[in-house]
């Protein structure tokens, strides 16, 4: 049966904005046969990140396309450490650690591929599969001689970091095993394709250098550019640093006000790197935002969907109830329904004071907790004009009554109080 593919893929990939580099003829072999390609993650930690999301649209694309999609899971490369892109050497992993980080990113790469229906389902594989059998000897007389020391030095991945003051014989030796990866998938599953970031190229055409010298095939490879925000910067993390799939690791609601605090000129640019909306969708989107920007509509629309397809739509409807709650006109009712990690995410940030669980429990006047037992308000008086003028909150619920007291009854998940001055004044009442 002719193949032929539900799109072209590199047309797909370039207006996307997601294709930097590939070898030539690679787009005539996507249009004449189904092609099995893999992309490699090193276990490096127990969960993927928003800079992952770029490798995993690459794969969801290609299967979209018709393609076999192949996840590598880098238990043997995990063991080495990849020097691309990095100005200092990786810190080694024990054997545990490495499978710990295994384990967590193969469960959150099932999310994005199809692992059970079609000709083109999508698969794991791991290289320490084909790496735990070969004796140091063996792998530098059989793979080592036919890559020359000159070709492995002319690659940007070494030459930048000897230039920054250089990197060990355990780094300077990943391009090959690496490049191994590709001749054993090449040679074992027909996989004639691999896929990655712009800095991965010096690593992936090792890998085509060493089929084409060893087995005489011809292999090819597809690049996306590295992602950066429109003030050159890199894509992917935030003030607390990385942005990552694993709730745990960065809670839901922070992942969603992520994607909902994108500058406008980025969100045109993110919006085609990120969503699975088809050309026609994102086009009339973009449009739509064009002198209407501050209806941030692309960065709602990314926001949601990224959220739905990292944590579902169950996760979705929290993260905008907790929007609702300090960003809209949320109610008491809608705070409490917040679970304590959406809760506890929305709250980071916000100017907090500790109290002693002990005195809540007994009762403490309203004044003394906001003037006394906090600084919320400088004074007691201040506190009582402000209580009176009903300009105060006690967890979304206005409270005129300067006798009142405030109970465990007004505690959220046994651990807050939130307070509010103002429309946009937060500020936390945590119990210790």
């Known amino acids: 049966m002719t193949f032929k593919p539900n799109f072209d893929f590199l047309e797909e990939l370039q207006w996307r904005g997601l294709l930097h580099d590939n070898i030539p003829g690679t787009d005539a072999l996507l249009n004449k046969e189904r092609v099995s390609?893999?992309?490699?993650?090193?276990?490096t930690a127990d969960s993927l990140h928003i800079g992952?999301?770029?490798?995993?649209?690459?794969?969801?694309?290609?299967?979209?396309?018709?393609?076999?999609?192949?996840?590598?899971?880098?238990?043997a490369t995990g063991r080495v450490g990849d020097p691309s892109g990095k100005t200092a050497e990786r810190q080694l992993l024990d054997t545990e650690a490495i499978q710990r980080n295994l384990d967590g990113q193969k469960a959150q790469l099932m999310r994005f591929l199809d692992f059970e229906n079609g000709e083109n389902k999508a698969l794991v594989v791991n290289n320490y599969d084909w790496f735990k059998?070969?004796?140091?000897?063996?792998?530098?007389?059989?793979?080592?001689?036919?890559?020359?020391?000159?070709?492995?030095m002319g690659k940007?991945?070494?030459?930048?970091?000897?230039?920054?003051?250089?990197?060990?014989?355990?780094?300077?030796?990943?391009?090959?095993?690496?490049?191994?990866?590709?001749?054993?998938?090449?040679?074992?599953m027909g996989v004639k394709l691999q896929m990655g970031g712009s800095d991965q190229w010096g690593n992936i055409t090792t890998g085509t250098e060493l089929i084409r010298k060893t087995i005489q095939g011809d292999a090819y490879a597809i690049t996306?550019?590295?992602?950066?925000?429109?003030?050159?910067?890199?894509?992917?993390?935030?003030?607390?640093?990385?942005?990552?799939?694993?709730?745990?690791?960065?809670p839901v609601f922070t992942f969603y006000q992520f994607w909902l605090n994108i500058g406008d000129e980025d969100a045109v640019k993110f919006i085609k790197i990120y969503s699975l909306k088809s050309r026609q969708e994102i086009e009339s989107l973009i449009q739509a935002h064009e002198g209407q920007e501050y209806l941030r509509n692309l960065q709602k629309a990314l926001a949601e969907e990224m959220t739905i397809r990292v944590h579902g739509e169950e996760a979705l409807v929290l993260a905008q109830k907790a929007t609702q709650v300090f960003f809209g006109n949320g109610n008491e009712e809608d705070l409490r329904a917040l679970d304590e990690a959406t809760l506890a995410a929305s709250l980071e940030g916000m100017d907090t004071f500790s109290v002693e669980k002990e005195k809540l429990e007994a009762g403490v006047n309203i004044l003394d907790l906001i003037a006394v037992e906090t600084t919320i308000f400088p004074s007691k008086g201040e506190a009582r004009k402000m209580v009176q003028a009903?300009?105060?909150?006690?967890?979304?619920?206005k409270i005129s009554d300067i006798d009142y007291t405030v109970s465990s009854a007004d505690v959220l998940h046994g651990r807050f109080i939130i307070a509010q001055k103002g429309k946009k004044n937060y500020f936390v009442i945590a119990l210790i």
């Open 52 to 75: 992952n999301m770029v490798p995993i649209m690459l794969l969801t694309l290609f299967q979209k396309a018709g393609h076999q999609p192949i996840v590598l899971v880098g238990g």
């Open 37 to 43: 390609a893999y992309i490699g993650f090193d276990p």
């Open 224 to 250: 996306a550019p590295l992602v950066t925000k429109s003030d050159g910067t890199k894509f992917g993390k935030s003030e607390g640093g990385n942005v990552w799939l694993d709730p745990q690791k960065t």
């Open 156 to 188: 940007d991945s070494v030459k930048n970091r000897l230039e920054a003051g250089g990197l060990s014989f355990t780094e300077f030796t990943y391009q090959l095993v690496q490049g191994y990866d590709f001749l054993h998938l090449y040679r074992e």
């Open 390 to 397: 009903n300009g105060f909150s006690l967890n979304k619920t």
């Open 133 to 152: 059998d070969w004796s140091f000897l063996d792998f530098i007389r059989d793979v080592g001689k036919h890559i020359t020391v000159s070709y492995m």
